[in-house]
């Protein structure tokens, strides 16, 4: 049997709106585009991470929990880089050291996903 090998994984996260999401993520450094059809989805990228949104009228960010890790090569600078940003909308946490060895913070957007972002401590 031959072994399957994993390219790599795109998480699906809900928003309530597309168009703010995706403008949103622009924002944040990401190149952002809605799908070509009917449906209200969106894809993310940003170097070699890739997410995918999805517009969900139903989304509750209080009931509803969605969260990604993205490992960066520097988070002080993201964090910096993502501060500096005016009505950004949502919450960032400062970064600290974590007793696993990575420097981390976190953003939590306005549809509540919790983007936790961490490089390898100095």
């Known amino acids: 049997m ?6 790599s994984v795109a998480p699906i ?3 309530r709106d597309l168009d703010i999401a995706l403008d949103r993520y622009r924002r944040l450094g990401f ?3 809605g799908y070509d059809g009917p449906e209200r989805y969106g894809f ?29 090569s520097d988070a002080d600078a993201l964090y910096a880089e993502w ?13 600290a050291d974590t007793p ?12 509540g996903t919790l983007h936790r972002v961490g490089s390898r401590g100095s």
Request: charged share 25%; proline share 8%; aromatic share 10%.
């Open 31 to 33: 190149d952002a585009r």
């Open 44 to 72: 993310v990228d940003r170097g070699a991470v890739s997410m995918h949104l999805t517009e969900w009228a139903e989304h509750d960010p209080l009931r509803t929990a969605a969260g990604v890790y993205l490992y960066v």
């Open 83 to 95: 501060a500096a940003l005016q009505d950004l909308g949502g919450r960032l946490v400062e970064p």
């Open 100 to 111: 696993y060895g990575l420097r981390e913070f976190a953003y939590i957007d306005p549809d």
């Open 2 to 7: 031959p072994e399957i090998c994993f390219a």
């Open 13 to 15: 996260v809900p928003v």
